[in-house]
T-cell receptor, first 115, second 107 residues
Framework: GAGVSQSPSNKVTEKGKDVELRCDPISGHTALYWYRQSLGQGLEFLIYFQGNSAPDKSGLPSDRFSAERTGGSVSTLTIQRTQQEDSAVYLC?????????????FGPGTRLTVL | GQNIDQPTEMTATEGAIVQINCTYQTSGFNGLFWYQQHAGEAPTFLSYNVLDGLEEKGRFSSFLSRSKGYSYLLLKELQMKDSASYLCAGEGGKLIFGQGTELSVKP
């Protein structure tokens, strides 16, 4: 497809379990972003990858959260020992570059529910 | 800091004009984005301002004043389908979003 894809679309897990969320960006986009959106809230920045540069991890809420981007394409966001407050929609976006007029294209999101 | 503030919700009438304001306190933003998000869907791009002034795009226009840390999104000839959340975001590599303004368009 031409857009950003994410999987799974929905994930229900038990407190304390680890989860992995996947993002496939638009081909050729060098920048990739992860955001979190809690119910009725705005988007909270988590992490930003730009080409081969070290990622900007300044938005990760705790050391239980990590992300990697392999081969400059697919990214995986991992949440270890999930807590109920981790329940949210996790959105991935990609853009051609990471600066200036870099319209970000969003994926449909993964809705995570921690019981 | 990088605080971005917008009203939480607004209501307007079909066919009318509405202005959604966004203020920010930051250095380091190159420009300002506006995104539209319908309930249960991903945000979609509306506009980007990097220079002061008004950018017009059909029924939607966006204004930026960098010196005042102020932007607004103007929606004309409102339609019911414009009911959505409107997100203001400062751009400096990553995007820093406001909490969004929930717009309800009434007949």
């Amino acid at each position: 497809g031409a857009g950003v894809s994410q999987s799974p679309s929905n994930k229900v897990t038990e407190k304390g379990k680890d989860v992995e969320l996947r993002c496939d960006p638009i081909s050729g986009h060098t920048a990739l972003y992860w955001y979190r959106q809690s119910l009725g809230q705005g988007l909270e920045f988590l992490i930003y990858f730009q080409g081969n540069s070290a990622p900007d991890k300044s938005g990760l809420p705790s050391d239980r959260f990590s992300a990697e981007r392999t081969g400059g394409s697919v990214s995986t966001l991992t949440i270890q020992r999930t807590q109920q407050e981790d329940s949210a929609v996790y959105l991935c976006a990609s853009s051609v570059t990471g600066q200036g007029y870099n319209e970000q294209f969003f994926g449909p999101g993964t809705r995570l529910t921690v019981l | 800091g990088q605080n971005i503030d917008q009203p939480t919700e607004m209501t307007a009438t079909e066919g009318a004009i509405v202005q959604i304001n966004c203020t920010y306190q930051t250095s380091g933003f190159n420009g300002l984005f506006w995104y539209q998000q319908h309930a249960g869907e991903a945000p979609t791009f509306l506009s980007y301002n990097v220079l002061d002034g008004l950018e017009e795009k059909g029924r939607f226009s966006s204004f930026l004043s960098r010196s005042k840390g102020y932007s607004y999104l103007l929606l004309k000839e409102l339609q019911m389908k414009d009911s959505a959340s409107y997100l203001c975001a400062g751009e400096g590599g990553k995007l820093i979003f406001g909490q969004g303004t929930e717009l309800s368009v009434k007949p």
